[in-house]
């Protein structure tokens, strides 16, 4: 829905700017999705006059027209059908902007410079039409500024409303809103209606005989209008709400719709075929023509309007084409009703039509609004059509609909938010929303029948909060009310693990926790499987029971579109059949894969990602969550090349696998390039933590730096060794590390040769060189008894 930024000004007396207006509306829960200028392509256009239009030779289509801009005469190539000399037009001369971009530049056409061009309202951005130029009244200021002459410096403002706020599906329910916001007071327009003397009940009588689709069904009478074109103000709502101007009669209908909320149907009472309105449901098979000349075989689900004979509307949706408003119009039967939400929504579906009414009426109208609404009409059919008005309404309502009453407790209010609003406060709000709120204890509040959505205490409370503004109470964590919600651990370790992985340069991918039985059995084929009993594909057969199959699509997926350096993570569940029915278990797992290339810079080239990539991430999360360190112990995975593969250990547990993936695997899935992935289990990581951080005074006495280099053999683990030297030298080693590993033609076949760096420092003195070297004998000692180690001179 569009509506003017004027016009919610005019009626509510709100002058917030353009943007600040949506925004505030849209906190209030009537969401504006765009804010536009209507002038963006009109501020370069003047008032032109025609003064001569010829032929231009060897051209039947076009024609050379001479335009005063006030300070030239210019020669202008136009093909528009209504052109004519003497008219006021809409002028952009060379250098203007028009929709699309469009910038208008001297041309030569058959031989004649076209300095300019005539505009449509296409070109200026006013409309879709483009069937002819802009006619402007006689009186219009040759050289004036377009968008100033035309008053059009005005904003469209476009909601997206809720299926329930039927209410604000016109001008003067979002300006309910605003008035709500401001504690000003709504403007809705007054007038006064003169009837004759003839009862409108003489020429026409309303029958419903389906009462349950259509409660009500208003008509008057309005005589002696003529049909023609609608004055600029009135063409200009139209236009600025995204409405196409038509005639008077059948704007003054549009117009009352968007400004309160109420569609209306103007008939030619002459064609109507009789003096009787029947009100039912068609008959299976039953023709229909509407308006747009297309012909409808009918079924009950469709609401008619007929004349006791034939059907002349489809109740709601649209009006038939026999009856319809044309220039010889004169007298008019003028219909407002009120229609069953679901019913519309049946009969439109049926009809395969979505028109501005039935979206109004499927939402939801007033039924009691009825007779604004359709004074209102006839009060500009008055004005503006020079009608006599029948006096009276005919109006069938056999049933009212009344208002509903709500108890609203005002301490319940501040209970269920957690808020301390006052009750004078709330009684505000809700009277700036027209509802009338008496009493003092349970306030007793009457709902206006125009808000249907309106049905308990809570609605209430949540028209309170939207009003007051939802940042006025806590949020969910610090709220006093029941909307307090606890932070949940998974929450915070997911949130901090998408913080450290992104910070290290991945990826974060979503997966739906489906994957094809044959892919996960290729990658974990011990692994039992849950089984989908009515898949949505093949490809999706089962509940993922690792993350590995997963990522390899991703990644291979990434590969396939030429993204061939990936660094990927996901945080996902894995689903676990067992033997009994309380036996199922989900378990949440990370995973992370890297493939191709590091990104390069000017102070690194590109390098391929490998093994470390993954190592330095999981570090940096053990840094960050305090765990342990990790520690990979080399072993087969089934879905790991068997030169680098290791269960992942942490506290001497394994709780995961990493290394590569192994190639003849990765290539059944399109991947050609070397994968590194990890896999873990982060349930029992959660709640781990070392010990807390506490304070550790800086070192007083100096270290002792020691190197030492060994030659063992290849299988021994290289963590075994770091082990040794830590527990061999105690406390008084501070750091051990290795720095070099060489395997080569220098050492025996089946050997490696390792040099670690062993910092010593003790915290109660300095150690002597005497000192350093017994420990040093001692870690060597330990060394050569543990692993058979050889230890090579410096």
């Known amino acids: 829905m569009k509506l003017s930024y004027q016009w919610l000004k005019e009626l509510s007396g709100v002058d917030w700017p353009p943007e600040e207006m949506g925004d505030r509306l849209t906190l209030a829960g009537t969401a504006c999705e765009y804010v536009t200028p209507t002038a963006e392509y009109m501020r370069d256009a003047i008032v032109g006059h025609v003064l001569e239009l010829g032929p231009i030779e060897g051209a039947d289509k076009i024609k050379k027209a001479i335009v005063d801009t006030g300070a030239d005469k210019l020669e202008i190539v136009c093909g528009a059908p209504n052109v004519a000399a003497g008219q006021k037009v809409a002028f952009a001369g060379v250098g203007a902007k028009l929709v699309d971009d469009f910038v208008i530049r001297k041309v030569r056409i058959r031989g004649v410079e076209s300095s300019g061009m005539i505009c449509s309202e296409r070109e ?41 706020r039927g209410d604000s599906m016109s001008a003067i329910g979002v300006a309910r809103d605003l008035v709500a916001l401001t504690s000003k007071k709504l403007r809705r327009p007054q007038f006064e209606l003169i009837e004759t003397s003839t009862p409108a009940s003489g020429s026409v009588k309303v029958t419903i005989e389906n009462l349950e689709d259509c409660p009500r069904y208003a008509a008057r009478i309005i005589r002696n209008v003529r049909v023609g074109r609608s004055p600029w ?3 200009k709502r139209l236009l600025a709400c995204g409405m196409r101007p038509i005639s008077n009669i059948v704007d003054i209908t549009n117009f009352v ?20 309105v029947v009100v039912r449901s068609a008959r299976d098979g039953e023709k229909f023509t509407t308006l747009d000349g297309q012909e409808h075989t009918l079924d009950p689900q469709v609401l008619l309007i007929t004349n006791g004979k034939e059907g002349v509307a489809a109740g709601g949706v649209m009006g038939g084409l026999d009856s319809e408003v044309e220039d010889d119009t004169t007298s008019i039967l003028l219909e407002a009703a009120y229609f069953n939400p679901s019913m519309i929504r049946k009969s439109r579906r049926k009809l395969g039509i979505v028109t501005e009414s039935s979206s109004r009426f499927e939402k939801g109208t007033d039924p009691n609004g009825i007779e604004y609404a359709i004074n209102r009409a006839a009060f500009l059919m008055q004005e503006l059509c020079g009608g006599e008005v029948e006096k009276g309404i005919v109006d069938c309502y056999p049933s009212r609909i009344e208002k509903k009453v709500i108890d609203f407790r005002p301490e319940r209010c501040n209970k269920v938010l957690g808020s301390n609003y006052t009750t004078e406060r709330m009684k505000q709000i809700l009277s700036d929303l027209e509802l ?5 204890g349970p306030l007793k509040v009457t709902v206006p029948t125009f808000r249907p959505d309106l049905e308990k205490e809570i609605d209430l409370i949540e028209e309170v909060v939207r009003i007051e503004g939802f ?8 709220t006093i009310g029941p909307l307090y919600t606890r932070i949940r651990p998974e929450d915070v370790f997911a949130d901090d693990t998408r913080a450290v992985l992104t910070g290290c340069g991945f990826d974060e991918m979503l997966d739906h926790g489906l994957t094809h039985s044959k892919l996960a059995a290729l990658f974990n084929p011990d692994l039992p499987q849950v089984k989908i009993l009515n898949p949505v594909s093949e490809e999706l057969d089962i509940m993922r029971n690792s993350l590995i199959p997963t990522a390899l699509v991703a990644v291979g997926h990434n590969i396939a579109h030429r993204v061939v350096d990936v660094c990927l993570f996901e945080l996902g569940k894995v689903f676990f059949a067992g033997q009994a029915n309380d036996d199922w278990r989900e378990e949440e797992r990370l995973v992370l894969a890297v493939t191709g ?8 080239k590109a390098r391929p990602y490998d093994f470390y990539d993954l190592t330095g991430a999981l570090e940096r999360l053990a840094e960050h969550f305090r765990w342990p360190q990790f520690s990979y112990k080399p072993e087969k995975a089934p879905f790991l090349d068997e030169k680098l593969s290791c269960r992942l250990m942490l506290d001497r547990r394994g709780v995961g696998w990493i290394g590569r993936v192994d190639d003849e695997k990765a290539r059944r899935l399109g991947i050609k390039q070397p994968v590194m992935i990890a896999e873990l289990s982060v349930d029992g990581l959660i709640d781990t933590r070392a010990k807390a951080l506490g304070f550790e005074p800086l070192a007083v006495y100096p270290a002792a730096p020691r190197d030492i280099a060994i030659v063992v053999d290849d299988r021994v683990p290289a963590g075994d060794i770091i082990e040794s030297v830590k527990k061999a030298a ?14 080569g033609s220098q050492i025996e076949k089946g050997k490696k040769s390792i040099a670690l760096s062993i910092i010593y420092r003790s915290q109660t003195g300095s150690l002597s060189n005497d000192q ?3 420990m040093q004998k001692k870690v060597a000692a330990d060394l050569e008894k543990n692993f058979n180690a050889e230890i090579r001179d410096k």
């Not at 105690?730 to 395997?743: K, N, P, Q, R, S």
Request: glycine fraction near 6%; include cysteine; proline fraction near 4%.
């Open 597 to 604: 290339n590091s990104p390069q810079n000017w102070r690194e």
């Open 124 to 164: 200026l951005g006013m409309s879709d039409d483009h069937s002819g130029i802009i006619v402007l009244d006689d009186d219009a200021p040759v050289g004036a500024k377009l968008v100033d002459y035309l008053d059009y410096d005005d904003y469209i403002l476009t909601f997206e409303l809720t299926p329930n």
């Open 730 to 743: 105690g406390e008084l080693a501070e750091t051990v590390e290795i720095f070099d590993l060489y395997t």
């Open 257 to 276: 719709m968007l400004e309160c909320g109420h569609p209306l149907h103007a008939f030619d009472l002459d064609r109507f075929g009789s003096d009787e």
């Open 436 to 440: 009338t709120v008496e009493g003092d």
């Open 772 to 774: 350093v070297d017994e």
């Open 233 to 235: 103000w009135l063409r």
């Open 471 to 478: 940042d006025s109470i806590d949020d969910a964590v610090h």
